[in-house]
């Protein structure tokens, strides 16, 4: 699964973006993960997530 480190994340959405089914921003703007992130069809669009963040705050979760 992945994780994002909430200190580093500003919210902008580029992960939304990449990978919708994944990612959502709450009316707090806070970072959701869903569950669908468990979905071997997610892991493409998760690892351009993790690439494309501009704050690298993605990362896989061992
Ligand atoms: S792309 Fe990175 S900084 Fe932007 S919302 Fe997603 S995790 Fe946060």
Redesign the pocket.
Known sequence: MVE?DFD?????????GLAPDV?D?NDDDE?IISDADRLPENAGVIDE?IA????A??RWKA
């Open positions: 994002v580093l994340c500003e919210a902008n959405g580029v992960c939304v990612f921003l970072l997530a494309g963040c501009p704050r705050a993605l």
